[in-house]
Every structure is written in C-alpha cells, then in structure tokens.
C-alpha cells in the first residue's frame, strides 16, 4: 500500500496537538487578561504594550522550559521502564513470554493462539511487543519533549501576539471592550479547530474555552480595577 493511501489516525497528532492548543489558548488568556488587567487600573497606552509585550516573551519562554521538563521526565520514565523490561527479557524470557501470552488470553484471544502470536512478536522484537501490549508505550504516543516544547513556546507566542495586535491598533478608550472581544472570539475559533482536529464537538469545545476565557478575563479586570482605585 502507498503511503498516501495509509489511514492517518488522530492519536498520531497527540503529542504536538496538546502542546500547541495549551500553548495557543494560554497566549490569548494570559495576554489579554493582563493587558484588561492593567487597562482597568487606569494604565496609559504604553504601559499596556510593555505588559503585554512582557507576558509575550516570558510566557513562550515559560511554556517552553515547562512544556520540555515535564514531557522529558515523562521520557525519562518511559526509558527507565524499557531498561527493566529489556532486563527481565533477559532473566527470564520463558516468564516474559508466558505474561505477554497472558496479556492476549485476557483480551479474548485462544490459548493456543495467544501462544503463537506471544512466540512470532517476540522473535520479532520482544521488547518492542512488551513495551506495546505490557507497558503501553509505542512509537506514535512515544515522549517527545522537544516536540511539544517547541509547540507550546510558538503556539503561545501566536497566540499572545493577537491580543497585542489590538491593542496597538486600539485606542486607549476602546482597548477593553476590543480586546475582551476579540480574544474571545479567537478563543471561540481556538476551541473549535482543536476540537475539529481531535475528532470531538466543535460547538461544545469552542464554548468550553470561551466560558473559562471570560472568566479569566472578568477576574483580572475586576482585579485591577480595584487596584487602580486604591489611593
């Protein structure tokens, strides 16, 4: 079969796809909530570009550092449980065998079938089937930490930019109702072409994000209201 006649299975897009909407829909959030933030206590044009511009920059890079360590000890992990099943392979390959050949009698397979199908993967890669049906760990939902780092970190930087855009374009008297709008407008899009590329409701994800986008938005705009009152 050709590859582009292969079927392409979502789960394939996982890893990036997580990494690159959390990193989107943070960069809308958090830009525009700090730019209502600091609008509402009064701020001048500048300072709202110098938040905002700020909270660009130190998200990317947040989301970035965040994104590579926490999918790398997942890594890790993966790596430190193959290293003790390539050596338990190697101790007792009869028992390995024996439990992989389990593992298929309990999702519905024959004995003697089970067997078989035990006795070919394992000749064939015997760490790679152990890794697959005992571990869960295969190829496409494998660990990718500089994958989902550089996802995030550029992810965040579009998004954040949004935001920012309207607010340099905006006029001071207009940036809270413009960039309150807009960024809920680019969240809505956010959740329904994430939603879209994971096979799920497009309505449902699109007013999940704008429900808790508003939310953020309403609180730290109330917040710094507050602040811009107090003496």
């Known amino acids: 079969m050709r590859e582009a006649n292969k079927k392409r299975h979502r789960t394939g897009r996982i890893g990036w796809l997580r990494a690159a909407v959390l990193g989107a829909n943070d960069g809308i959030?958090?830009?525009?909530?700090?730019?209502?933030?600091?609008?509402?206590?009064?701020?001048?044009?500048?300072?709202?570009?110098?938040a905002g511009a700020a909270g660009l920059v130190a998200g990317a890079v947040s989301m970035a550092?965040?994104?590579?360590?926490?999918?790398?000890?997942?890594?890790?992990?993966?790596?430190?449980e193959l290293e003790l099943e390539r050596a338990e392979l190697k101790a007792d390959y009869p028992g390995e065998r024996k439990e992989l050949m389990a593992i298929y009698v309990a999702r519905g397979l024959d004995p003697s079938l089970a067997r078989q199908v035990a006795d070919q993967l394992m000749a064939h890669d015997a760490l790679g089937a152990h890794a697959r049906d005992e571990l869960g760990i295969s190829e496409t939902l494998r660990a990718r930490p500089i994958q989902a780092s550089l996802a995030s970190a550029g992810s965040f930087a579009m998004g954040a930019a949004m935001p920012l855009l309207v607010t340099a374009m905006a006029?001071?008297?207009?940036?809270?109702?413009?960039?309150?709008?807009?960024?809920?407008?680019?969240?809505?899009?956010?959740?329904?072409?994430?939603?879209?590329?994971?096979?799920?409701?497009?309505a449902m994800g699109a007013i999940r994000v704008t429900f808790w986008g508003a939310l953020a938005m309403a609180l730290t705009a109330g917040v710094g209201s507050l602040f811009g009152t107090l003496p």
């Open 65 to 80: 550092a965040g994104e590579y360590v926490s999918v790398h000890s997942q890594a890790d992990t993966e790596q430190a």
């Open 171 to 202: 006029p001071i008297t207009g940036v809270i109702p413009l960039v309150s709008g807009t960024s809920l407008v680019f969240l809505a899009l956010l959740g329904g072409v994430a939603a879209r590329a994971g096979g799920a409701g497009v």
């Open 29 to 50: 959030l958090s830009t525009s909530s700090l730019v209502l933030g600091v609008a509402a206590a009064q701020g001048t044009h500048s300072n709202l570009m110098v």
